[in-house]
């Protein structure tokens, strides 16, 4: 099968597709043939050797990958519930390939494509970990720095529906964006913290995109312990929580699902790579501003 790796650290560049043998599920697992597969930031930082938190840089060579949705074609033992022909999306171990094996998985609602589905799993439970650590109530207000992303586009829409007010923070581009999904918007760059203390004052803060901004938004909600970071490693140094470990994924994609058929979450893809311009989708992920997700297609997978 052919798989997206890499042989040494570094940037988009070494990044390859190469030939490997198919993986096989081992028991409470499942293999899907992937039609497509999520680009999250913790896979270039994977690529760069970064250590996340209490995890080592992987070993080389690696391949790369946790979120995808396909079809099953093979079930390890004790799974019950799905069968092969099955479509379905979740987490598992390097996706970008045309076979991986999910540890965790869901049946993909009607109506989902491929590519959308492999946008939800792990911005989904990072969502809603980071909201379930931040602590913050309905009747509330929460403030999300980098709040056009994945995450961020996920963490609105949650808190939309659990009654929690969100200011979020993004680029004049995606100012509208942010309205569309409930929350009130404003830019960052100079000045960006008077205009959040404008809209309202604020209760708990994220930071999604380690723009640098903890200090700040330890000042807007006036304790260290009301923020939490998933981007910025140097957030323990200034008291605030980094969040990086994985929480529950079967219960963030029973989630995602319940709020699907309900229709009060959508992310939307903003742009689809073949497999084989995994580097672009790297270097276009690095580069920032992004709205929504990117996706990598595989075999049949379709951004329609």
Do not use: C
């Amino acid at each position: 099968m052919r798989k997206v790796s890499f042989a040494a650290y570094g940037g988009p560049e070494v990044l390859g597709l190469t030939e490997a043998e198919e993986p096989r599920p081992g028991p409470g697992q499942i293999r899907i043939a992937v039609r497509a597969a999520g680009v999250n930031p913790v896979d270039w930082r994977i690529r760069e050797g970064q250590k996340l938190g209490a995890h080592p840089p992987a070993p080389l060579p690696a391949g790369l990958g946790l979120d995808a949705a396909g079809v099953v074609d093979e079930v390890g033992e004790g799974v019950e519930g799905v069968r092969p022909g099955d479509r379905v999306f979740g987490e598992g171990a390097e996706t970008y390939a045309e076979f991986a094996v999910l540890s965790a998985w869901a049946r993909m609602p009607g109506g989902l494509s491929f590519a959308e589905a492999a946008g939800y799993p792990s911005v989904m439970e990072t969502a809603l970990r980071v909201l379930g650590e931040v602590g913050v109530r309905p009747g509330q207000r929460l403030l999300v720095s980098g709040a056009a992303g994945g995450v961020g586009s996920a963490v609105l829409q949650v808190a939309r529906a659990r009654g929690i007010a969100v200011t979020g923070t993004a680029g004049p581009a995606n100012q509208e964006y942010l309205r569309s999904l409930g929350a009130d918007a404003t830019t960052y760059g100079p000045g960006w913290a008077g205009r959040v203390r404008r809209i309202g004052p604020v209760d708990a803060a994220l930071d999604l995109a380690g723009a640098g901004v903890v200090r700040e938004l330890v000042g807007l909600t006036g304790e260290a312990g009301r923020v939490v970071s998933i981007a910025d490693l140097t957030a323990p140094e200034q008291g605030v929580r980094f969040s990086g470990t994985a929480g529950d994924v079967w219960a963030a994609l029973e989630a995602t699902v319940a709020l699907l058929h309900r229709g009060e979450l959508r992310i939307p893809v903003t742009r689809a790579y073949p497999l084989a311009e995994a580097a672009r989708a790297h270097a276009d992920s690095q580069a920032g501003h992004t709205r929504g997700r990117r996706v990598l297609l595989v075999g049949e997978g379709s951004p329609g």
